[in-house]
Nanobody, 126 residues
Framework: VQLQASGGGLEQAGGSLRLSCAVS????????MSWFRQAPGKERRFVAG????????AYDNSVKGRFTISRGNAKNTVYLQMNSLKSEDTDIYYC????????????????????WGQGTQVTVSS
């Protein structure tokens, strides 16, 4: 599985960005998809995830009500709509795919993800 993330950039606080992650191959329908974030020298942290079915969605508390994850199954793409951005949202964002989760499951453990995109930088200026 190959993942290609895009959509990061520089935005002012209060603004919006939309990240996209295109998944190659025919495995998209079988993968739970998530977004993680990582600062230099720190561990990768869960941001949001969506199950294979699309019915189970999870968010880190820090982004609830501001970020929305969704699947575009026809396009083999997962999105992260980021609204009301804050300076503390600044990080490198990675999309990830897990083929080991059940149909209606999504989990935040980085060790459960098989494939990773290359990362896209999000910078929010205050």
């Amino acid at each position: 599985v190959q993942l290609q993330a895009s959509g990061g950039g520089l935005e002012q606080a209060g603004g919006s960005l939309r990240l996209s992650c295109a998944v190659s191959g025919r495995t998209f329908d079988y993968a739970a998809m998530s977004w993680f974030r990582q600062a230099p020298g720190k561990e990768r942290r869960f941001v949001a995830g969506i199950s294979r079915s699309g019915r189970k969605i999870a968010y880190d508390n820090s982004v609830k009500g501001r970020f929305t994850i969704s699947r575009g199954n026809a396009k083999n793409t997962v999105y992260l709509q980021m609204n009301s951005l804050k300076s503390e949202d600044t990080d490198i964002y990675y999309c990830a795919a897990s083929l080991g989760m059940s149909w209606d499951s999504v989990r935040a453990d980085v060790r459960e993800y098989d494939s990773w995109g290359q990362g896209t930088q999000v910078t929010v200026s205050s």
